[in-house]
Structures are given as C-alpha cells and as structure tokens.
C-alpha cells in the first residue's frame, strides 16, 4: 500500500509506503494551536516509509521557546507537515495530509485530555489518556 499526501498549496508532497499506523488525536495546547482545531490527528509510519516526492525546500520549523516542542510546516501554505522521532524510527503524519484513503475509521484514542479546550466534546470510543499514552486512563463518558 502506499498513500499519497500533499499540503494545502500542493508545493510540498510525499507517500507514506506499507501500512500506516492508527490514527490518534491530541488535545495538548501546543497541537491546538498548530491546527487551530481541538486537536491534531496524526498516525505513525516508519522512517523508511516517509518519502518526499517534492517540496523539501520549502519544509520550515519552528521550536517553542524553552522547550523541545517543534512544529514542522510548509513555508509557503503552513500546512502541517510529518514530524520525525528519529530514536524511535517513527514519524508523525498528520492524518488531513492524505490524498488518499489510508482504511481506518474512527480515531484509536486520544491524549493530552486532560488539556483539552473546555469546548471539546469527545463523543467516539477511542481510549482517552490525561497526558500521553501510559498515562492515566480517562473514563469515555
């Protein structure tokens, strides 16, 4: 299987190969504002299943201040882009890139609940955790 993801202005593009990850969503701050939604949607591929086809040019970073949080977008649209976690040989694919049907429905869980904006409502039967996976289980209500 390989699925093909893009930007919003198309300039940067690649395929995720193999089968990709579940897809989760996280309520933190930080994804918060990165989407301007409650939450970033994201599944996991290998390192080697990441490929750019085009647009790496244009791929820009920015790390919160103080922190090692860092946030991977397009230079030219701010589309959110994959995010490597080189020691664990994963990479985080925001799951709106995708040009095409990965087959999954419904989100495998949630993290960072315990910081969701007060306005969020989880309504699905993902597994929720307070703060990252391993964390404290919430109750879905």
């Given amino acids: 299987m390989t699925l093909r993801a893009s930007c919003l202005c198309g300039g940067v593009k690649f395929e995720v190969s193999g089968k990709p990850g579940p897809i989760g969503q996280c309520h933190c701050s930080k994804c ?19 490929s750019w086809t085009s647009g790496e040019d244009l791929i820009k ?11 991977i977008f397009c230079g030219t649209c701010g589309s959110p882009l994959p995010h490597k976690d080189e020691p664990n040989n994963i990479c985080y694919v925001p799951a709106g890139l995708l040009d095409d049907d990965p087959g999954h429905r419904g989100y495998i869980g949630h993290i960072h609940v315990g910081s ?19 964390s404290d289980k919430i109750e879905a209500k």
């Fill in 116 to 134: 969701k904006a007060p306005w969020v409502k989880i309504t699905d039967d993902g597994v929720q955790f307070s703060g990252e996976v391993g």
């Fill in 32 to 50: 918060r504002k990165v989407s301007g939604t409650d939450g970033n949607a994201v599944f996991h591929t290998t390192l080697e299943n990441l």
């Fill in 61 to 71: 970073s920015y790390t919160v201040p103080g922190s090692d949080w860092m946030s």
